[in-house]
């Protein structure tokens, strides 16, 4: 299996801005949107396929491996929460999307990245 990252930064607190709701360490690389794309399809083929365990594993390398936009950092999360749920990790679902409650935070997402996140808050 091709991971898009070998190995996670820290995790730090978060929660004034999209920014440092990630919290991604300065030393991480952007990554491609032809990347995150092939790592969106091939969350969205495990999770047809039943593979929630593996769905979860490409969405964490994909988090803590690169920097993200925040939209694509909030579209990344909001997919793993819906993951977790499908897990049965239903606290841990809600806990990913928290800092997401705070509107300064997403205020700073495109509308329909609001929509989206908004969304799975209220299922999480």
């Keep these: 299996m091709n991971s898009p990252a070998k190995s996670s930064g820290p995790k730090t607190a978060a929660p004034r801005s999209a920014s440092s709701v990630r919290g991604a360490p300065e030393y991480l690389r952007t990554i491609s949107p032809e990347n ?11 999770l ?8 979860e594993k490409i969405l964490t390398i994909t988090i803590q491996g690169y920097k993200h936009t925040d939209d694509d950092f909030a579209n990344l999360k909001r997919l793993l929460s819906f993951t977790l749920e ?7 679902s809600l806990d990913i999307l928290r800092p997401f409650e705070d509107e300064d935070i997403r205020s700073r997402l495109k509308k329909e990245t609001q929509v989206r996140v908004t969304t ?5």
């Design 36 to 46: 995150l794309n092939k790592a969106f399809a091939r969350v969205g083929q495990a």
């Design 48 to 55: 047809r396929e039943g593979l929630s365990n593996e769905a």
């Design 86 to 92: 499908t897990l049965g990790k239903y606290k841990e």
């Design 120 to 124: 799975q808050l209220a299922v999480a």
